[in-house]
């Protein structure tokens, strides 16, 4: 998979936003923005598109702007920006980086908190914070 190809589709930024917002399953992030699971679910498969009125509070929520969840063209927003800074190369390799750390400090789940902390790296790149 390209880098270009993460946030391809609006159901595909919907998803990786909401998890890289902290909500790991479709039913929290519902609860969230008081929706039904089967809303999010279809918005995420790219069945339907978010209406206009409830794009404000995704992107509130998902902590991204309204263009970055229904730009056609990745590379036309902000975040997709500093998302190609992000090479998948390096993503790896800084996973790596963090199963080590976590092997050598003998955490329970080296495999689990390495994905995390990977995971929240990647957002903290992707977000602009990260310059």
Same mark, same amino acid.
């Given at each position: ?62 902590? !991204?702007? =309204? ?6 063209? +990745?590379?036309?927003?902000?975040? %997709? $920006?500093?998302?190609? *800074? !992000?090479? =998948? ?6 996973? +790596?980086?963090?199963?080590?750390? %976590? $092997?050598?400090?003998? *955490? ?24």
């Amino acid at each position: 998979m390209k880098e270009s190809d993460w946030y391809v589709t609006v159901g595909n930024r919907i998803k990786c936003s909401r998890v890289n917002a902290g909500y790991d399953t479709q039913t929290k992030f519902a609860e969230a923005i008081e929706f039904d699971h089967a809303s999010v679910s279809r918005w995420e498969l790219g069945k339907a598109i978010p209406p206009s009125d409830v794009l404000p509070l995704l992107a509130d929520k998902l902590n !991204v702007s =309204i263009d970055f969840l229904l730009a056609n063209d +990745i590379k036309e927003t902000k975040q %997709a $920006k500093h998302h190609d *800074k !992000v090479t =998948i190369e390096k993503a790896i390799q800084r996973l +790596i980086e963090y199963y080590n750390k %976590a $092997k050598k400090e003998g *955490k329970a789940n080296p495999v689990g908190w390495a994905l995390k902390k990977t995971g929240e790296w990647v957002h903290y790149i992707t977000t602009g914070m990260g310059r």
